[in-house]
């Protein structure tokens, strides 16, 4: 154990790492942002302008080469994800990589493997349960306010019809579902502590190559589950968990300070509704700080790669149908 900073490398200057995760990793306590990998001057100079004494690097490999680097963040395209994780394992680095970290189940299985062979932590970027909103609806389904869970629904849409945008091309791991169903599917086995028994219906659409809307359900043990996505239609995110004795919704379940401020609503059979606000804080922060605590001090990461092949092999489910 050490109380040396984190220091973290990105493959990359994607712009949601320019945007989210190179100034949560600045921010966050226990980590230094060192070194990110670009061809371009430009962009590299975009991130220099907040993190002073980063270093640049002209290519990946170089990046992964450097001995003062400890961990990786990778903002790649989908279908890079797991060819670099691995090559960034291998060169000793920590990993955590955006979502979805594979295309499919056999992907993330490859990745667990060279997690196991270095020892090394290899991680999915998913930033929800490390929000504390997500923490208290765990709390809540647990500890018996809902009553017995009886039904889960989530919806999520934004409108992106850009075909130059990776979301709309298929040779890169793009669609609704690996952007944004992750969310959708993967929150409620993560909240419910239940993982699914059977796909009980799934409509997607398609475009260019990609699901652009998928309307989906699942039986889990103790409840039905009901999502759809779509990357056509006008944003929307909320999730609800449907209980006897209580409704749980969560009003910006996914994008918190982004969609909007995230709140829990418990609304009673009484017609009483209490309602939970978790004003400013930063998910990406907090997956940064808890990412070094479980490299420095050893602490249990929330989201491990099988909890995320869970995800997947929904995912990898649903299109199957199609």
Known sequence: MTDQPVRWGILGAARFARQHMAPAIHAAEGAELAALATSSAEKFAEFAAFAPGITHHNSYDDLLGDPNIDAVYIPLPNHLHVDWAIKALEAGKHVLCEKPVGMDVAQIDRLIAVRDQTGLLAAEAYMIVHHPQWQRAKELIADGTLGE???????????????????????????????????????????TGQEPQRLSHARVQMDYGVDVFADVGFDFP???YQGFTSIRMANRQEVHFHGTEALLTLTCPFNANVFDQAELHIKR??????????????????Q???FGRSIRQGAAYPWTLEQARGTQAMLDQILATV
């Open 269 to 286: 059979p009484d017609g009483s509704t209490t309602v939970e606000r978790f004003a400013g804080v930063n998910q990406y922060v907090l």
């Open 149 to 191: 869970l009886c039904h889960v629904n989530a919806a999520f849409t934004f409108r992106n019809l850009d075909q130059g945008n990776i979301r709309n091309q298929a040779e890169k791991g793009g669609g609704g579902l690996r952007d944004i169903g992750v969310y959708t599917l993967g929150s409620a086995r993560w909240a």
């Open 222 to 224: 103790g409840f039905t």
């Open 288 to 290: 940064v700080q808890n």
